[in-house]
């Protein structure tokens, strides 16, 4: 695919190569080096550093070495997050190997993303630094935004869920899937980039709708995937299903099916998650086919690929052609190509 | 795509009417809505559902945007503002220079009076010497206070000049010259007598005097108002200032 050619691998490399080079910065510590460098050691896409990096030299390119450490501070992050979210979530995978929690225990795992959380901010301090007070505001602005963001959309998705929250609208599930999963993943590393490229002289909102879009068509496609043969690496089919997750296509189904059926689905949302049957999630997987809610995520999520393309040609289209502003622009596709 | 197509593509596309379009502002904690029957669905064409989808997906941004400027400007109203930092630090900078600059002239003053010190030293002191040469003593630092001079504090002149002056009664003649120089330095508005009694038989005191720095020459001068129907005599009356308990001296007057 396009978007895994050569200037993700470079942008994946550099990032790799100073992550490491911060994690191994510190003193030795038993019980807490190997695992702040697990996650990171296990690969991943690399995508969050390639979105903040490519922003970075299409919006002035001014402190190159800059964005290297904001994108191994975004990669950090992101790293430590999965690590809560494995806990929260109660996940026994991650990149087809065991979770940290899995490996070494709650409590020690817990321990370790806190101590990646702010482990990053090491690399996001030294590259705003030189660059005057005002980048470093505008940074910790973005950065305080997404933080609460992210937090928001968390608590939204398991809230719902361990609440048994079943009143939610299509516009529910936009929101939660701005927060958790597109401000974080999208438009923070967009805009780290372009405030670091830019020296704080381009206004950080530019990417917000198109980060936003893009988030929401890549969220719904991962629910989408969920649901099919192929849920991805390490994933179980229907696993979204069986944990009650409120997806779109779950919110569509509910409103979309006669009584008898919504009183079933909702007496399946109250169950606790090892009640949850495998005939009873089969029944509800056809369901969404019968009702057309598979179809309609699948809809969906091209609409929201259309609106992201829509606000990419308004940021991007008028910069000149380049390797970096193809690969922004090759995301959408991405978003339904990727393996 | 990698999702199954397990159902009929040609099946017509319905899109159900939900309840609510926009997102729940609360916690999200409301109770299950009960099963009510079916709504019947309806038929949308494909693209309106879709792009209202599209505009409801521009909604939530929005309204997330604004909400999060909102909480930004709440934060920025706080007590303390973040973009007052570079002046507090520019105000703190200023501070810590002026405290260099104080201590590093304290220090300067402490070298010259060393350097003073060590000029006062003939000769440095034999080897083994336990005899330190005392420091010399400060010279009198220039006057700061407002208002009337103090004495010129000199310890050769134990003694100051007062000149009497006289006003009203003409035949009058003065026995005073000095006074005591205070122990501490004191201006003239802190310098009084209480008056001039006669020192044989009785009369009215003097009371009149008003002490004041000598503007034609060293010391103070008093004016001394006598009254045209005093009577002839010798008057005297201690001078007292503030500073000390122990009077400056006596002023010594005759009257014919």
């Known amino acids: 695919m396009a978007v895994e050619g050569a200037l993700l691998q470079r942008y994946g490399a550099a990032t790799r190569a100073e992550v490491m080079r911060y994690l191994a910065a510190g003193s030795p510590s038993p019980f807490l080096d190997e695992m702040l460098a697990e996650y990171p050691s296990r690969g991943g896409k690399m995508l969050r550093p390639a979105i903040c990096l490519a922003n970075a030299a299409l919006f002035g390119n001014e402190a190159p070495s800059a964005a290297v450490q904001a994108a191994a501070a975004i990669e950090m992050l992101h790293n430590a997050l999965l690590i809560h979210d494995d806990v929260q979530d109660g996940s026994e995978l991650r990149r087809g190997k065991p979770t940290l929690h899995a490996l070494h225990g709650v409590p020690l795992a817990i321990n370790a993303g806190d101590a990646l959380l702010f482990a990053a901010f090491g690399p996001l301090i030294d590259a705003v630094s030189p660059l005057g007070s005002h980048v470093i505001r505008q940074v910790m602005d973005v950065t305080a935004m997404m933080a609460r963001q992210t937090a928001e959309g968390q608590a939204l998705e398991l809230g719902w869920r361990d609440r048994n929250v079943l009143d939610l609208a299509e516009a529910d599930y936009m929101r939660m899937a701005l927060k958790k999963t597109a401000w974080m993943g999208m438009i923070w590393p967009a805009q780290l980039g372009l405030i670091i490229g830019s020296r704080g002289r381009l206004d950080p909102e530019m990417v917000l709708r198109f980060g936003y879009f893009l988030g929401l068509a890549f969220q719904i496609e991962d629910d989408l995937r969920n649901l099919s043969e192929d849920p991805g690496y390490g994933k179980e089919q229907n696993g979204d299903l069986a944990e009650a997750k409120r997806t779109l296509m779950l919110i569509h189904v509910r409103g979309a099916c006669n009584t008898d059926e919504r009183a079933r689905l909702d007496w399946f949302l109250g169950l606790r998650r090892e009640e949850r049957g495998e005939a009873d999630v089969l029944w509800l997987a056809r369901l969404m086919h019968e009702r057309g809610s598979i179809e309609h995520g699948r809809r969906v999520a091209a609409a929201m690929a259309g609106a992201a393309e829509h606000e990419f040609a308004a940021v991007y289209g008028a910069l000149p052609p380049s390797e970096e502003r193809t690969f922004i622009g090759s995301l959408v596709r991405w978003v339904f190509d990727r393996a | ?256």
């Open chain 2, 1 to 256: 795509m990698t999702t199954p197509e397990q159902h009929d593509p040609a099946k017509r596309w319905v899109s159900h009417q939900p309840e609510r379009t926009g997102p729940q502002r609360g916690p999200g904690m409301k109770k299950p809505v009960p099963a009510e029957g079916v709504r019947e669905p309806e038929t949308l064409a494909v693209n309106e559902a879709i792009a209202e989808t599209v505009r409801t997906a521009y909604d939530v941004l929005n309204d997330t945007v604004k909400q999060g400027r909102k909480a930004a400007e709440q934060f920025r109203g706080g007590t303390y503002n973040v973009r007052d930092v570079p002046d507090d630090v520019r105000a703190m900078a200023g501070n810590l220079l002026g405290l260099a600059r104080q201590l590093s002239s304290a220090t300067f003053d402490i070298c010259e009076a060393l350097l003073r010190q060590a000029d006062t030293l003939m000769t440095p002191p034999p080897p083994g010497s336990t005899h330190v040469p005392p420091f010399q003593e400060p010279k009198a630092a220039p006057a700061t206070q407002p208002g009337p001079q103090p004495f010129a504090a000199s310890a050769a002149a134990p003694v100051i000049a007062l000149e009497v002056l006289f006003n009203g009664k003409e035949a009058v003649r003065a026995h005073t010259s000095t006074l005591a120089r205070p122990a501490a330095p004191t201006g003239a508005a802190h310098v009084s007598c209480d008056g001039l009694a006669r020192r044989s038989g009785s009369a009215a005191p003097i009371t009149d005097l008003v002490f004041d720095i000598n503007p034609h020459g060293p010391g103070l001068r008093v004016m001394v108002t006598v009254p045209q129907d005093q009577p002839a005599g010798v008057y005297s009356g201690a001078v007292y200032c503030t500073t000390q308990k122990s009077p400056l001296g006596e002023i010594v007057i005759e009257v014919d």
